[in-house]
């Protein structure tokens, strides 16, 4: 039964088909691309080349699957920095930024910077700041930069959910996004095994530590910019619950959608702009 394959049925978001998510639980998501649109003739050619097959999605034409277990990472075109690996649904939050021309933008949770990447493909004349709580994985997003050909960039080590740092404490932004980190229910298509480890607990954890980053963010937007709040969660709580937070802290929705996995296969992301009135 749908019970037995996703226990958690009524702490999901509204707008979540269970059914259809517990299905797609069962199989294995497509492994998805982003090709850097002045780069589409060289990835193209060496996928044919090499016999791989793809498919281009007809809302996102750069986004493109191709079969599991592609070794990508040995790709020229990947080494030449020519597309990126990333999950249809995390491309299409994208299309909520809406940057402009030499605007300051700060992705305060960056990981690996999949986002700033995403962001910096939409509008390349930005300034852009990044954080993160961990060093190694602003390591890992530095060398995705160098590969990228991306090197205007200010990098901080920083726990945002504790504090801003004290560089950034008078400083405002034309747009900040929270990529929040949550408890990935989103992805479990890819690690099913997270559900038999999964504690309901945890989704309260991610709450209060999404709500200290939105607490602490939200005063470095400026006046009619946009705050871009994203989690891979289906829960709630990590979803329509911190945007009646954020309202809480001044902002006001503009857009949002919870972006289900279907048949194009991909994670099921949340993804709210909120703009500071």
């Not at 933008?105 to 390349?124: H, M």
Request: proline residues 4%.
């Amino acid at each position: 039964s749908i019970k037995d394959i996703f226990p958690f049925g009524e702490l999901v978001s509204s707008d979540l088909d269970v059914g259809q998510f517990a299905l797609s639980i069962l199989s294995q998501p497509k492994v998805w691309i982003r090709v850097r649109k002045q780069f589409v003739k060289e990835v193209k050619r060496e996928l044919k080349e090499l016999a791989i097959s793809f498919e281009e999605s007809t809302e996102q034409p750069l986004a493109w699957s191709v079969p599991q277990r592609t070794k990508l990472e040995s790709l020229k075109t990947f080494s030449k920095g020519y597309f990126e690996i990333q999950d249809l649904n995390s491309q299409r939050t994208g299309n909520y930024f809406l940057p402009q021309p030499k605007e300051d933008w700060f992705d305060c949770c960056a990981a690996s910077g999949g986002k700033s990447l995403l962001l910096q493909s939409i509008e390349s004349k930005i300034k852009l700041t990044v954080s993160d709580n961990r060093n190694s994985i602003l390591e890992n997003l530095d060398e995705r930069f160098k590969r990228a050909r991306i090197s205007d960039y200010q990098s901080l080590v920083a726990d945002i959910a504790k504090e801003i740092p004290a560089s950034l404490i008078n400083k405002q932004f034309d747009g900040i996004i929270v990529d929040a980190s949550c408890t990935g229910s989103g992805t479990w298509a890819r690690t099913p095994e997270q559900i038999s480890f999964f504690q309901r607990e945890q989704i309260n954890h991610y709450k209060n530590l999404q709500q200290a980053i939105l607490k602490n963010v939200a005063p470095l937007v400026k006046k009619n910019k946009p705050l871009i709040y994203i989690t891979c969660s289906v829960f709630k709580e990590e979803n329509e619950a911190q945007v009646e937070y954020a309202k809480q802290l001044g902002l006001v929705v503009e857009m949002q959608k919870l972006l289900q996995a279907t048949e194009d296969g991909g994670d099921t992301m949340f993804v709210c702009r909120l703009i500071k009135p």
